[in-house]
């Protein structure tokens, strides 16, 4: 559910007519409406309100700081996999003692800063970083809270590029090894084993994989808790079962976080420990929207091209995932249907938004939503080709706000330098 819905035949995000906000603010820009916001959070923290849990967003899938602000005011923790990301959520006020560090190339900066920051656990992804982590931590005078990232080897059935849990993938810990890692970092000084850590991917359409991933989990979990390593002092207090559940797109049926919750739930029985959480997608996704205004419609004895003002630039998922986003008119139209593609004015032929879309001919001027921009959207935009990134907009009922500017030239050659034997 999401308030982007057409009101007289215009679209509108909330109370306000994106026609409104193209003509001030201009386009592109992503457009993100508070209130999907907050159901989407509301509605996936309640599915969980029978277990102690905690939801960290994740940072990465929208990391302005307006939302940022809202999800710390809501009481939510954050999920980050930078140096960059702590500062964020710092910034918005977030509580230190809600933030998991997940990453399997976390720097010796990033890591000081984030212990010196008071992050409630390091999830730990190979056996190099665990002795980094301990001599790091003991540089800086600290334990380090963590937990190990475990790789169950599930498949997600999701895109290659965003499955993390299987065998092959570059994350966490073989499950085969983690007793053995997990005797490892129990012996280690400036270490503190607090929690069991697993992610399997992205954009998730069924409960299995994640029944299966957390069926294996418990098993090491077991050994751990009450098994053969029980006497080694096992402090796991928290069970971190990552993000990943999948939204509509196109014709996807994802499960709705309840049953998503009612899956992971049961298969906690027995176990006392705080469930952690890393949604992303699934609450700000089809929060936003990716205004566009059409520049051409170009005919060639070959295809139809609606050429538009966005691009791979400011919104890479097409060209890089061969996603589908769907693209709606602002205003509702009953002009003839076309098979199109939609592309931008980037000089590859990997931009585009859609490929071979039936879309009614759009004329020179026309705006363009392209839908489910709010998760991966603005976060991996680029200054590719030099276009200044688009703005953030951030719809309130009746309001909005500019959440971040639209860039200027000017900050595209911020921090450039012409060294002295070329002036
Ligand atoms: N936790 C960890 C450790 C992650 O790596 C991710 C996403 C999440 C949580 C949040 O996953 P979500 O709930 O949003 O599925 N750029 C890609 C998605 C990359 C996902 C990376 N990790 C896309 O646009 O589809």
């Given at each position: 559910?999401h308030h982007f819905e057409y009101r007289?035949?215009e679209m509108h995000a909330e109370a306000v007519p994106l026609k409104r906000i193209a003509?001030e603010v201009?386009?592109?820009a992503y457009v993100y409406s508070l209130a999907t916001l ?248 089809n929060a936003g929207i990716l205004l ?36 709606q008119?602002v ?36 705006l363009?939503a392209v839908m489910s921009a709010g ?16 703005p953030e907009v951030l719809v309130d009922g009746d309001r909005y706000y500019v959440v ?20």
């Amino acid at each position: 559910m999401h308030h982007f819905e057409y009101r007289n035949g215009e679209m509108h995000a909330e109370a306000v007519p994106l026609k409104r906000i193209a003509k001030e603010v201009g386009t592109p820009a992503y457009v993100y409406s508070l209130a999907t916001l907050r159901r989407h959070y509301q509605v996936f923290d309640s599915a969980f309100a029978q277990v102690r849990h905690i939801v960290c967003f994740s940072v990465k899938a929208n990391s302005n700081l307006a939302l940022l602000r809202f999800f710390a005011k809501e009481g939510s923790g954050f999920d980050i996999v930078s140096g960059g990301e702590v500062f964020r959520a710092l910034k918005v006020g977030g509580d230190p003692k809600k933030i998991v560090f997940s990453g399997v190339g976390k720097k010796k900066e990033e890591i000081e800063y984030a212990l010196n920051a008071g992050i409630l656990m390091f999830n730990v992804e190979s056996e190099p970083e665990l002795v980094a982590l301990n001599e790091i931590a003991s540089g800086v005078g600290k334990k380090a809270p963590i937990s190990l990232r475990i790789n169950p080897d599930v498949d997600p059935q999701t895109h290659p590029y965003i499955s993390t849990g299987m065998k092959k993938a570059k994350f966490g810990v073989d499950i085969q090894r983690s007793i053995e890692t997990y005797k490892r970092a129990a012996a280690l000084k400036n270490i503190d084993v607090v929690g069991v850590d697993c992610h399997i991917g992205s954009q998730l359409t069924s409960v299995s994989p994640f029944v299966d991933a957390l069926a294996k989990v418990r098993e090491y979990l077991d050994r751990v808790l009450v098994g053969e390593l029980k006497k080694e002092g096992a402090q796991i207090r928290y069970l971190d079962l990552g993000g990943g559940l999948g939204i509509n797109y196109h014709d996807e049926t994802p499960p709705l976080p309840d049953e998503y919750a009612r899956a992971i739930i049961r298969g906690l029985e027995g176990l006392d420990i705080t469930l952690i959480l890393e949604p992303g997608r699934v609450i700000v996704g089809n929060a936003g929207i990716l205004l566009i205004e059409v520049q051409f419609v170009k005919e060639t004895e070959a295809k139809k091209f609606v050429i538009v003002d966005g691009g791979m630039n400011d919104l890479i998922r097409p060209a890089l995932y061969g996603s589908y986003q769907a693209i709606q008119p602002v205003v509702e139209t009953r002009a003839e249907k076309i098979v199109a593609d939609v592309v931008g004015p980037i000089c590859e032929s990997g931009d585009f938004f859609a490929k071979d879309r039936e879309i009614n001919r759009p004329k020179r001027g026309d705006l363009l939503a392209v839908m489910s921009a709010g998760a991966y959207g603005f976060t991996m935009a680029s200054n590719y080709n030099s276009h200044p990134k688009p703005p953030e907009v951030l719809v309130d009922g009746d309001r909005y706000y500019v959440v971040r500017k639209r860039e200027s030239f000017d900050d595209l050659i911020n921090g450039e330098v012409i060294p002295p034997a070329l002036q």
